[in-house]
């Protein structure tokens, strides 16, 4: 899943390019590179983030007003300036940038090399430039032919922006899974894998669609498909403004974005709920609405964060709605032949919408006659023009690769969903019903007083950078936290975290706890406390040092945990939301302490767009 971003039209392409990589960045970001282009092509690349790209270009020529770039998360050939984008053809007449996997590339590799083509990376990237030069060489075919028959022999995933030297002035963006936006300007076009390096230039957009292709010069463009059938662009206005994919003053996105929590949850439900708080509706699933409530099975898939999202909301339709609920890894789900029907409701659950696994799931799910449904923090993505219906999570752009305020979102919508088909099937009275709402629209204020005790989380987190492990505790409704909480801990500070239901210790893990260990446990005031308060001694007759996340007033298990961090009463059902927040900044603090880079942290990246 790497970033790409291309510029056409009347300005100075090198600008719009780099400060578009920066924007994408957070895409993938182990080596980048860039192309000027006209009659000929002035490319540069390097090793690591597009910082030191600029360094390496700042005193070279980058005159041209039309250009690719990309950022690269690296899955064929290892993070060097060689197997670094963008790729040239060996006879020079091509260059493009790739986002996505060519999963026969080895095939079509040894055909080229047969027929004298010499590979400069270990890239499936070049397989693809070569073979369009080839198949341009061999017949007398225009660019877009060349490309058009080249694109039929590949199999995988690709977003690509391309441009022959026998074309300057011209691009050609295509794409099959992998995202690409065309952003319109007067008299100028911008490419981009997502919106972000567009909205600062225009809000005019399409979101090219599986296999369509636009071939673009600075003052037109044309839709074809790749088996060219002239198409018609859908313009759509996209409502992002600049500011909201900035840090806003804070060091680093993922702090920001934790505390924009309170925002991010009220803006989830605004518009949602009525007046006084007294009715509740998800106005994007009306049609589906009848299905949900008769359905007699709920699937719920995601991928990392989003499918602990989905385990929380499991255990809420379960509880409330009484409707069996099954919470599937989407990788796991899209190959172990699952039995699906048309009564089946499938959830899909992803904040970029764009994951390659989620999106072959609910494909699958779609071609068995399933209803699909999505909630999906990007509009525009793959997963919300793929679904038969769903949910905004309207958190705002999430830039932080360590998931945080969509996570509280999903969840948000998932506690909702819960609720409106408990209270259509009647499992819950409206008093209830009511009730929820009341307590929903309480939670931003109660997270805005758990993000004030910020400090005291760094004064913890002193404390505990140096450990190598950690174990995540939670009962119920807490052990998808303590999920959470363990894979925020390990994907932003190396620190290897593993999170379990309390209970569960006692089966195993137990065995790793000593004086070395701490254990985070959630143990808010609710039916099991006492439950956990033995677990809290079990650990404690280990020497496990323990972190308990308590409600206010709490004395029984603060008295036993070497540190609390207290968190207000939010009513059971509800508690994850609040319950995360310190484990979320806790993570946060330990890897900025550590000298981690927490919004970039090593080999991830935003959104997997590839398997
Ligand atoms: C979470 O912090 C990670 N970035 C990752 O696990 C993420 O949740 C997963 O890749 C799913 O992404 P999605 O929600 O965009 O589908």
């Known amino acids: 899943m790497c970033g790409i971003v291309g510029y056409i039209g009347k300005n100075q392409a090198y600008n ?36 030191k790209l600029e360094d390496l270009i700042q005193d070279k020529t980058t005159e041209g007003t039309c250009g690719i770039a990309h950022t690269r998360w690296a899955t064929h050939g290892e993070p060097n300036e060689v197997n670094a984008h963008p790729h040239e053809s060996m006879n020079g007449l091509f260059v493009l940038v790739h986002n996505g996997i060519i999963e026969n590339y080895a095939v079509l590799r040894k055909y080229l090399t047969d027929r004298g083509y010499i590979f400069r990376s270990e890239t499936d990237t070049e397989v693809i430039v070569n073979l369009i030069e080839f198949y341009y060489l061999k017949g007398d075919l225009s660019v877009e032919s060349a ?28 794409r099959k899974s992998s995202p690409l936006v065309i952003g319109i300007g007067t008299d100028e076009y911008y490419i981009a894998s997502d919106a972000a390096p567009i909205v600062e230039y225009t809000k005019s957009v399409i979101f090219l669609d599986n296999d369509l292709m636009a071939i673009i010069r600075n003052d037109e463009m044309r839709l074809i498909s790749v088996t060219n059938t002239k198409l018609q662009p859908k313009i759509e206005e ?82 409330l709605a009484r409707i069996p609920v099954e919470v599937e890894y989407a990788s796991e789900f899209r190959y172990r032949n699952p039995i699906i029907n ?24 779609k071609a068995s ?42 969840v948000t919508v998932l506690a909702m969903l819960a609720n409106i ?16 709402i009341q307590q929903l629209s309480q939670i931003p204020d109660k997270i805005e007083q758990v993000l004030a005790k910020d400090a005291h989380i760094k ?29 925020k801990l390990k994907e932003i500070s190396y620190i290897h975290a593993e999170g379990y239901p309390a209970a569960e210790m006692k089966h195993g893990p137990i065995a790793l706890i000593d004086e070395n260990m701490p254990v985070v446990i959630i143990a808010t005031k609710d039916h099991s406390y006492d439950k956990v308060a033995s677990n809290v001694q079990e650990v404690k007759a280990r020497r496990g040092i323990i972190i308990a996340i308590v409600n206010e007033g709490d004395e029984f298990i603060s ?32 890897a900025v302490l550590r000298g981690c880079n927490v919004d970039q942290p090593r080999n991830l990246a935003k959104s997997v767009t590839v398997e």
């Open 238 to 319: 996209i409502d992002l403004d600049i500011d909201a994919i900035e840090k806003g003053g804070f060091e680093h996105f993922m702090l920001k974005e934790i505390f924009e929590q309170p925002k991010s949850i009220r803006d989830t439900f605004r518009g949602r709920v009525g007046i006084n708080n007294s009715d509740m509706r998800l106005g994007g699933l009306a049609d589906v609405m009848p299905k949900l409530v008769a359905a007699e099975r709920i699937t719920i898939i995601g991928c990392g964060t989003s499918w602990h999202a989905a385990l929380l909301g499991e255990y809420m339709i379960e509880e």
């Open 342 to 365: 048309q009564k089946d409701v499938i959830i899909a659950v992803s904040q970029s919408g764009e994951t390659a696994d989620t999106l072959a799931a609910i494909r699958l799910a």
């Open 459 to 487: 004064q913890i987190a002193e404390k505990l950078k140096d450990r190598q492990n950690a174990l995540y505790l939670g009962r119920g409704y807490f052990f998808p936290v303590a999920l959470e909480g363990a894979l």
């Open 421 to 436: 088909l408990a209270f259509h099937r009647c499992t819950i009275s409206e008093t209830e019903f009511v009730e929820f």
């Open 559 to 590: 008295e036993m945990a070497d540190y609390t961090i207290e968190i207000p009463e939010s009513g059971y059902f509800l508690s994850a939301l609040t319950a995360i927040i310190p484990l979320q900044l806790l993570s946060y603090h330990i």
């Open 147 to 174: 490309v058009q028959l080249a694109l039929q022999k590949l199999v995988g995933a690709y977003g690509l922006v391309i441009s022959c030297k026998d074309a300057p002035n011209q691009l050609i963006a295509v």
């Open 369 to 410: 006659g399933a209803t699909v449904i999505g909630i999906c923090n990007v509009v525009g993505s793959s997963l919300s023009r793929e679904t038969d219906a769903g949910v905004f999570t309207h958190a705002g752009p999430e830039i932080g690769v360590a998931s945080t305020k969509a996570f509280t979102a999903q």
């Open 16 to 51: 719009v390019l780099i400060n578009g990589l920066k924007r994408l960045e957070y895409r993938g970001y182990d080596s980048a590179g860039i192309a000027l282009l006209s009659d000929k092509h002035l490319i540069y690349k390097c090793k690591g983030k597009v910082s």
